[in-house]
């Protein structure tokens, strides 16, 4: 964790950096109550950073006396999270223990309860949350975690903005100070439908008003590479309750999912290319490897192998863009970025100099990765830096997609399942197997003849083991 000074005395503990870059983390669960006595090291709370959960520990032995933060809550760098009982102890810096997430403390931790307890009845019919996908059974949601609508739009307040990455990405991209921009997030956060209004010159999206979009684009953005203005609705339709069984609030790792497509729908300018290939060799080969190495061996690390020695070909598809700088970075390495599927949401980790390592390397690497993203104890380290990204959507099912680009890269490409087809080969019918194969780029940067380019050489490496394993 990153290095915070703590107080001396150790009368609280102040947020610390939770990985590189990191400046909010959301509070997933308690693991501590006040008036418990915690012992140095010991797990004091579950957070989450990005798509990694993190344990925070006690920095040093002590007596609980107040959590400074309600699970649900995102909470901000540097502030306190929780108190200790010290007899004598100075009060917590101003700003270490200032308003979190926007919100004023001045109100103890009896008071809050009780007025939250007093309004159960409106909590009930004021959840903000769209219910997407499942939680996990770790993590219980109750019903006072959810949130509750900003019935008007808070004023920017003087000094930096409350916003996620991904919304200041946003900001730096139409050239908008977000410091400036009114919010009508949750707790006073600046939304991505806040910053775009802003820049159009309308009112925060949290009322409902979307202004017009004018001839020019804003102030410094670079042409181009502008994010596209997408007019947002007058008012939002009313959703019925009826046969609600459940209320989940839309946080943790799907909410962050939600962040990052929708930054990328709006960004980038999505095509895509489908292809099928005869795969009827390299499954014999397959088996072979599998025989070899006496275990399974899926397809999928001999497509990353292929996509591997293709974008060496191909580099303006391995490539990444910097919106803000009006650039486009294309890499001399090959970080594959490969989608798992988890009971917490999609988590994309990244092999790193993937073009470095052999088939079975990769199927390894991946099989790791995979398996420390379902435990939720993969590195933040290992969920970034991807150059390219493949969704192997055939492991349950289906032929072809249209994948979301996982921006900022220009690329990903989507793995359907093998079927067994009827197949012509110089005038002779045989049974063979096809690989449905899909690919989405950014069109801003690749046109879609090198799509296609890129996808013949993948095609033909596949259909010729000897060229993918020489």
């Not at 820049?199 to 181009?224: E, F, N, Q, Y």
Request: charge should be neutral; hydrophobic fraction near 45%.
């Amino acid at each position: 964790m990153g290095a915070i000074k703590q107080p001396a005395d150790k009368s609280h503990f102040i947020l610390p950096d939770l990985g590189e870059g990191v400046h909010e983390a959301e509070l997933i669960k308690w693991r501590v109550k006040p008036g418990e006595t915690v012992k140095e090291h010991q797990i004091i709370a579950e957070m989450e950073t990005d798509k990694a959960l993190v344990e925070v520990p006690s920095p040093w032995a002590g007596t609980i006396a107040e959590l400074c933060g309600s699970e649900g809550e995102i909470l901000k760098v540097g502030n306190v999270l929780v108190r200790y009982a010290v007899a004598g102890a100075a009060s917590a810096p101003a700003s270490a223990s200032s308003a979190r997430s926007g919100e004023s403390r001045g109100a103890s931790k009896p008071a809050a309860a009780a007025a939250s307890k007093s309004n159960g009845a409106a909590d009930a019919d004021q959840d903000a949350g769209t219910v997407v996908g499942t939680v996990s059974g770790e993590l219980t949601v109750s019903d006072r975690f959810a949130r509750r609508r900003e019935e008007h739009a808070a004023p920017a307040s003087a000094g930096k903005a409350l916003a996620t990455p991904a919304v200041r990405g946003i900001a730096r991209r139409l050239g908008v100070d977000i410091n400036a921009v009114p919010a009508s997030g949750r707790g006073g956060r600046v939304t991505a439908g806040d910053v775009e209004s802003f820049a159009r010159g309308g009112a925060p999206s949290g009322k409902g008003a979307a202004a017009p979009v004018g001839d020019g684009g804003p102030s410094g953005a670079v042409p181009g590479f502008a994010a596209r203005a997408v007019a947002l609705p007058e008012s939002l339709p009313p959703v019925s309750g009826d046969g609600v069984s459940q209320r989940i609030p839309f946080r943790g790792v799907r909410r962050k999912i939600a962040d990052a497509l929708s930054v990328s729908v709006r960004t980038a300018v999505h095509f895509t290319a489908v292809e099928e290939v005869d795969v009827t060799a390299l499954d014999r080969k397959r088996r072979e490897y599998a025989a070899v190495l006496g275990q399974k061996l899926s397809f999928l690390p001999f497509v990353m192998a292929a996509v591997c020695k293709a974008l060496h070909r191909h580099p303006a598809i391995n490539a990444n863009v910097d919106d803000a700088k009006g650039e486009i970075l294309l890499k001399g390495v090959v970080n594959l970025g490969c989608a798992v599927d988890t009971e917490h949401g999609l988590m994309v980790p990244v092999i790193h100099n993937a073009d470095q390592r052999s088939i079975v390397q990769l199927g390894e690497a991946i099989k790791d990765l995979a398996a420390r993203c379902h435990s939720r104890t993969v590195a933040r380290e290992e969920l970034q830096g991807g150059t390219f990204t493949i969704s192997n959507v055939g492991s349950h099912g289906g032929m072809f997609a249209t994948p979301i680009i996982n921006y900022p890269e220009v690329g990903i490409l989507a793995c359907g399942r093998a079927r067994e087809r009827v197949l012509a080969r110089n005038g002779a019918i045989f049974a063979g197997l096809v690989l449905p194969l899909s690919i989405s780029c950014d069109h801003r940067v690749v046109d879609g003849a090198e799509a296609v380019r890129f996808m013949n050489t993948v095609a033909g490496l596949l259909e010729d083991p000897s060229k993918l394993v020489g």
